[in-house]
T-cell receptor
């Protein structure tokens, strides 16, 4: 039973526009959330994280929003660039050890 | 910069073979993990280790075992490989506390 869900398997966006990726979770004990980016034939790389004590965290073009009451988080990429084309994984943790991952969303940025 | 190295990028094994996947990290991290990635399922945790000789089952440990004899090295063992273990295997490490995982580049295992 997946506790972290990314319901959109893919997203296509024009270069320069905003990409919005969504993630829902079911475990109310989750208090640390992360986004990872993965290119083909490489391991996932850490992008941005947010603690449950915040509702927004920003790092350059990437912003993560957390809505605890809705058990929902989103990643905004503004502006989208061709190098952002990758698979994005949402992850969540309720402890110092385990991270639970979503199934991923493939983002394609069109020129 | 953290480096997590997986010994093989691609492996092809036969059903019933014993398979060893090796992982080494160079940042003295306490915690190490093995995940598998399958289409539509994301990354699923097989086993993790929070100290030398310590291990904990993840969400899908059946058919796997692990070994951590040294802090920097974490091995995943398939005792008797089966075709449903064909997958991308990802090793990761992290420091204590709420810190991000650092992943290796993965091993694509095919069991025929």
């Amino acid at each position: 039973d997946q506790q972290v869900k990314q319901n959109s398997p893919s997203l296509s966006v024009q270069e320069g526009r905003i990409s919005i990726l969504n993630c829902d979770y079911t475990n109310s004990m989750f208090d640390y959330f992360l986004w990872y980016k993965k290119y083909p034939a490489e391991g996932p790389t850490f992008l941005i994280s947010i603690s449950s004590i915040k509702d927004k965290n920003e790092d350059g073009r990437f912003t993560v929003f957390l809505n605890k009451s809705a058990k929902h988080l989103s990643l905004h990429i503004v502006p989208s660039q061709p190098g952002d084309s990758a698979v994005y994984f949402c992850a969540a943790s309720a402890s110092d050890y385990k991270l639970s991952f979503g199934a991923g969303t493939t983002v394609t940025v069109r020129a | 910069d953290v480096k997590v190295t997986q010994s093989s990028r691609y492996l092809v094994k036969r059903t019933g073979e014993k398979v060893f996947l090796e992982c080494v990290q160079d940042m003295d991290h306490e915690n190490m993990f093995w995940y598998r990635q399958d289409p539509g399922l994301g990354l699923r945790l097989i086993y993790f280790s929070y100290d030398v000789k310590m291990k904990e089952k993840g969400d899908i440990p059946e058919g796997y075992s692990v070994s951590r004899e040294k802090k920097e090295r974490f091995s995943l063992i398939l005792e008797s490989a089966s075709t449903n273990q064909t997958s991308m295997y990802l090793c990761a490490s992290r420091d204590r506390g709420r810190t991000p995982l650092h992943f290796g580049n993965g091993t694509r295992l095919t069991v025929t």
